[in-house]
């Protein structure tokens, strides 16, 4: 219901009218703190595939579910790739935390790429993409195929509490350092940091 509530208000606000609103969350169960690698995981899915996953668990939306500027989708609806510029992806955890990430479709990132480079920098980038292309179809035939196994790393690359150090002016983590000196046009209106 909040949930609804607050992507309602979101529509009224920017003159959205048919939403569309799908639910992993029905498919994979409350998956918790992998939640928004899997709406991330089945949005790049809807992408490269052109279709919305309807909500297969009900068979209509409850009365108190704000509605309004949303489309609910029950059913699985057929994508037009070139009018979807972006998703929102939402996950609202225990205790009411409640966070949003928007992620731009590759259609529109490539549009905004090809506008900062040249037309042969594009063509150029294209032809290298080929190669990972080819090696990403690969890979998923022969995962699905069941001739490759797939890649599973348990605590692989894991750092813990000792791996960060952080100072006011630096960060390392695991070895790697980042200086925190930046300078601001607003730094002469915050308080000596010493």
């Given amino acids: 219901v909040t949930e609804s509530a607050i992507l309602s208000q979101v529509a009224r606000a920017f003159g959205i009218d048919d939403w ?3 639910a992993i969350k029905c498919y994979l169960g409350h998956s918790l703190g992998s939640a928004s690698g899997d709406q991330f995981a089945a949005t790049l899915g809807s992408w490269q595939n052109g279709i919305l996953p309807g909500i297969a668990t009900i068979d209509a939306i409850a009365d108190d ?4 500027g949303l489309a609910f989708q029950l059913e699985h609806r057929q994508l037009d790739l070139s009018e979807q510029h972006y998703a929102i992806v939402n996950s609202k955890g225990f205790g009411g935390n409640n966070a949003s990430a928007t992620m731009l ?3 529109q990132t490539a549009r905004m790429l090809q506008k ?3 037309k042969s920098e594009w063509a150029s980038w294209q032809a ?3 190669a990972v292309r080819q090696q990403q179809q ?4 022969g995962v699905t195929a069941g001739t490759i196994d797939p890649v599973y790393k348990f605590d692989h690359g894991v750092l813990g509490d000792d791996d960060v150090e952080m100072t006011a002016h630096s960060l390392s983590i695991d070895g790697r350092d980042v200086a925190l000196d930046w300078t601001s046009p607003y730094d002469d209106m915050l308080p000596d940091q010493g």
């Fill in 138 to 141: 690969d890979y998923d035939e």
């Fill in 128 to 130: 290298a993409n080929e």
């Fill in 116 to 118: 900062r480079y040249s």
């Fill in 105 to 107: 479709s590759p259609l």
């Fill in 20 to 22: 569309p609103i799908a």
């Fill in 65 to 68: 579910v704000h509605q309004e």
